[in-house]
């Protein structure tokens, strides 16, 4: 596998009000937050629903972007955000959902209940994700004959901190 990544540098907002907003925004999902174990932490932000996304973002955009909006007009805040802060909205929201010591977050649909948690190796959510895709194909398609595996067929996007700097992977199986 290999990946090609993208390093974006911050020009009007820097890390501090960055990691001050998600610490906000995670303590509006749940008030506890910071109280408990790491491992609780990591399962909390790999697992929210949509309730508590949207708790988050509505966090995240008043304090980065100081746009206002009701839970229930998040999403329409989120997409008419200007294209130039998305990076600083996309490293702070890394930072309520990604795993792991670099937060990394797979940009990629997972089924109902489960997250990267789920899965010990990126063979493994890769393989899972082929049999998901394959399954909804033939419920789909009835003439649908299938398709033999192939690691990583379809490349992923991913996000996360190496350094404590915000990266975009693009991950392919190159073999």
Known sequence: MNSSNIKYKLNSIDKTQITAAARRALMAADSNYHAWPAQQQENFRATMDKKVRNRVERVLLDSLLDI????????KAWSDAPQSKLN?????????????????FLNEMLADNKSLLDFT?????????????EQANKKE????EGMD???????????LLID????WLYVKYSG
């Open 68 to 75: 206002q909006c009701s839970i229930d007009d998040v999403d």
């Open 88 to 104: 600083i909205l996309n490293w702070a929201l890394l930072l309520t959902k990604g795993i792991g010591k670099d937060f990394i």
């Open 121 to 133: 190796t990126l063979y493994d959510y890769n393989y899972a994700d082929y049999l998901f895709q």
């Open 141 to 144: 398609f009835s003439d649908y």
């Open 149 to 159: 595996y192939y690691a990583y067929k379809h490349p992923s996007w991913v996000r």
């Open 164 to 167: 404590g700097d915000f990266y």
